[in-house]
């Protein structure tokens, strides 16, 4: 266990922690940069604040820019040890985790990220048997979800009503949009983060759905002139910190309770680092001249039109593609839980309350004796 995969990462690594003598190293694996929420909000604060616990003798290399595996291999690659842990996009996995994309695929009907991070952690983690079989199936231990900035609408000509996203060619990140552009009477293009410029630029694509930071990561605003906010939900999909099954039973009881004591901070760090990037574009989007539309009221009529129907439609395909038993209760399930984070949230519990309570009654209760052996 000691020194997991370093000589064949070591060259690889985009960040790396130095290494007291005779901690145990873990190897981190993402397809994403240094620049990127996950890493700069949430691994690196985690990992620091987990060397410096003399104690723990715990340190991690990150090896980035998909040099270990890329997002769609990450579940298999994960569970095969090419790493002892990573990043997970768990929309490009839907028959391995069957239970666990029944949320995913009711993104469009969450709002607040924060909220959501928490719901669809503790759903996972304390309401979901189903989900944690299928995540040890594929030899992995889940511990817990990060959410993004929420979704909008990125072109180059004002969408304000149902009817402008008719006969629009719109790059999607998920299934669940995939539905509601088609409904809209759109056409869906699937194309990477990295081609959305060149696409929007040369017409191949008419809209982006992504959140208004991409406007500066993508530098989007230098091919877009509007971007139309509204309730289109946040990605729910993504695990921040998976490890290897083995890895991790490899431990020791002691270094897998301090994981599992700093995954909380880390799981609301890495959602409001997406929430700051997406407020300081929001803000620069006029001065780099796009026209901000804020949530027009046939579009949110719209929305909540296809997320009444679309609930049935997730239930339905959870049981008849994939098999998953009681996909209504798994669906019910979550959205109770959603709704009591939300209501927090809603009424002003701070991120210090939210890493608090998140931990006290999701975290604290797991046995490190036990939790994903």
Known sequence: MKHMFLAATAALATAALAVPVGATELSVAT?????????????EPMFAKLAAEKDV?????????????????????LGDGIADASILALTYNPSDLPTAQIVSELTMQSGDALAVAAAVTEFII??????????????????????????ALISKDPIRTPDDLKGKRVRTPGAAWDRF????????????????????DKGIIDVALQP????????????????????????????????NKDSWAALSVAQRRAILDAVPEALIATTEGY??????????????????????????????????????????????TYGVKEPEAVANAYREILKKW??????????????????????????????GL
Request: with cysteine; aromatic share 10%.
């Open 31 to 43: 397809w994403t940069a240094p620049s990127h929420p996950t890493q700069w909000a949430g691994w």
């Open 57 to 77: 003798d715990l340190t991690f290399k990150i090896v980035g820019g998909g040099a270990l595996m890329g997002a769609k291999e990450s579940l298999q690659g």
């Open 126 to 151: 304390t309401a979901c048997e189903p989900c944690q079989a299928e995540f040890a199936a594929s030899n992995v231990v889940y511990t817990g979800n990060y959410a993004t900035a929420p979704y």
């Open 181 to 200: 552009v088609t409904a809209s009477g759109g056409t869906v293009v699937h194309t990477g983060s990295a081609e959305m410029y060149e696409a929007l």
């Open 212 to 243: 208004a930071a991409s406007l500066k990561t993508y530098s989007l605003w230098d091919v877009a002139k509007s971007i139309t906010l509204g309730s289109y939900g946040v990605y729910n999909a993504g695990p921040l910190l998976t490890f």
């Open 275 to 320: 929430l700051k990037q997406d407020d300081e574009a929001r803000a620069a989007a006029p001065g780099n001249g796009i026209e901000v539309i804020d949530a027009p009221a046939a579009l949110e009529s719209s929305i909540a039109a296809f997320n009444d129907k679309d609930l049935s439609t997730v239930i339905a395909a959870a049981g008849t």
């Open 342 to 371: 939300t209501a927090r949230t809603a009424a002003g519990m701070s991120r210090d309350e939210l890493v608090a309570t998140l931990k006290s009654e999701v975290f604290d209760p797991l046995d490190a004796n036990s939790y």
